[in-house]
Structure formats: structure tokens, C-alpha cells
T-cell receptor
Framework: DQQVKQNSPSLSVQEGRISILNCDYT??????FLWYKKYPAEGPTFLIS?????DKNEDGRFTVFLNKSAKHLSLHIVPSQPGDSAVYFC???????????FGKGTLLTVNP | SAVISQKPSRDICQRGTSLTIQCQVD?????MFWYRQQPGQSLTLIAT?????????ESGFVIDKFPISRPNLTFSTLTVSNMSPEDSSIYLC???????????FGPGTRLLVL
């Protein structure tokens, strides 16, 4: 049972345009959500997070939106840059065990 | 954040052998986590390693196959025992710092079992 789903395996965007990566979850107990970026041959790098008490969090070019009623979150990257090309993982956590559940990732390609 | 290193960065092993992966953090941390990422798949938590207690394993993972040590607050090891080709994966360690939920990851160990 996949509790965190990233339904788009890949996304291609033109440089300077907006990239929107989506993530859905099924477990109502999740109360915080994170996005990670992963380059080949490297570990995941933390990008941005959001708590369930918020519906938006912004950090520079990255904004995460949370829609709790729809159990959906999205990561917006504006403007997209070629260096943003990587696999993006959505992760969710909750409770006292601090365990994170990850989606399968979306490969973002930003074309110059 | 935390700076995490892992050794080895990659290895090619024969089936039936064992490999021990080391994870070093640049600060003292309470919780360390071990993940596996099989080809084309998500990151899956293997176990949580707390200093001074037995590791807590997730469903589908057992201590005999993945023994973990946590001798102090900056170091942990994961052993992949009696390896088969299905164990070919990236193995990652991570930790939390400052009481926050964010986990920071090491660079990973790429394991190929022949």
C-alpha cells in the first residue's frame, strides 16, 4: 500500500518557466511533509518542508502548497533553471517515531 | 543541518558474502536511520538506530539480515548479510538534528551483488 504517491514519473519544463511537482498521500496521520532533490550518485538533499497547520511555505524560488482536504501537496519552482534538473521526492511523516514515508520520485528536466 | 559521510561509496560483491556500511555524522545525534532505494523505487526505511538500545526494524526487514550497530552518538553501521542479487540497491543513512522533523542524508552506498 503506497501511502505517498507521485503519479508523474517525469516532467520536462523550459528554462524560466514554472515547474509544478505533485504528491498525494492517503494517511491522515501525516502532519509534516518534505521535498527532497536527488542528483545521480548523491544522497537526497532537503529542499523545503511544510507542517499540516500551514497551507503554504515559501523559500526563494521554491514554494510548497498543502491541501489537507484533498490530501495533496505540490512543489512550485519559479523560475526553473537547468540546475534544477534532478529527481524530486515527496516525503511525509507524523507521530512520535519520526519515520518518513517517501514517494517514488519525479524526474524533472529543465531544458535551456 | 548535519554533514554525513558513508563508507564505502560503492561496492561490487559476490552472493553469499556480507558487507558492512559505515555512517559518520559530524555532530552527536540521537536517532539515525537506514534506508534502501532499489532501482527505480522509492526510499524505504530499513530500521531506526538509537544509541544505547536495539535498532527498531520496519516490516519486512530483520536483524539477522541487516544487523545494525550504534556504538556512540556520531556513528552507526549497517551490515547486509548473506547477500543475493536482490540486495543490489543504494543504502542511505540519515539523521535528524535540533529536534526538527527534517532528515538529512548521507551520499549513499551503491551496492551491486553478482
Amino acid at each position: 500500500d503506497q501511502q505517498v504517491k507521485q503519479n508523474s514519473p517525469s516532467l520536462s519544463v523550459q528554462e524560466g518557466r514554472i515547474s509544478i511537482l505533485n504528491c498525494d498521500y492517503t494517511n491522515s496521520m501525516f502532519d509534516y511533509f518534505l521535498w527532497y532533490k536527488k542528483y545521480p550518485a548523491e544522497g537526497p538533499t532537503f529542499l523545503i518542508s511544510i507542517s499540516s497547520i500551514k497551507d503554504k511555505n515559501e523559500d526563494g524560488r521554491f514554494t510548497v502548497f498543502l491541501n489537507k482536504s484533498a490530501k495533496h501537496l505540490s512543489l512550485h519552482i519559479v523560475p526553473s533553471q537547468p540546475g534544477d534538473s534532478a529527481v524530486y521526492f515527496c516525503a511525509a511523516g507524523g507521530g512520535s517515531n519520526y519515520k518518513l514515508t517517501f514517494g517514488k520520485g519525479t524526474l524533472l528536466t529543465v531544458n535551456p | 543541518s548535519a554533514v554525513i559521510s558513508q563508507k564505502p561509496s560503492r561496492d561490487i560483491c559476490q552472493r553469499g558474502t556480507s558487507l558492512t556500511i559505515q555512517c559518520q555524522v559530524d555532530s552527536q545525534v540521537t536517532m539515525m536511520f537506514w534506508y534502501r532505494q532499489q532501482p527505480g523505487q522509492s526510499l524505504t526505511l530499513i530500521a531506526t538506530a538509537n544509541q544505547g538500545s536495539e535498532a527498531t526494524y520496519e516490516s519486512g526487514f530483520v536483524i539477522d539480515k541487516f544487523p545494525i550497530s550504534r556504538p556512540n552518538l556520531t556513528f552507526s553501521t549497517l551490515t547486509v548479510s548473506n547477500m543475493s542479487p536482490e540486495d543490489s540497491s543504494i543504502y542511505l543513512c540519515s539523521t535528524r538534528t535540533g529536534g526538527l522533523e527534517t532528515q538529512y542524508f548521507g551520499p549513499g552506498t551503491r551496492l551491486l551483488v553478482l
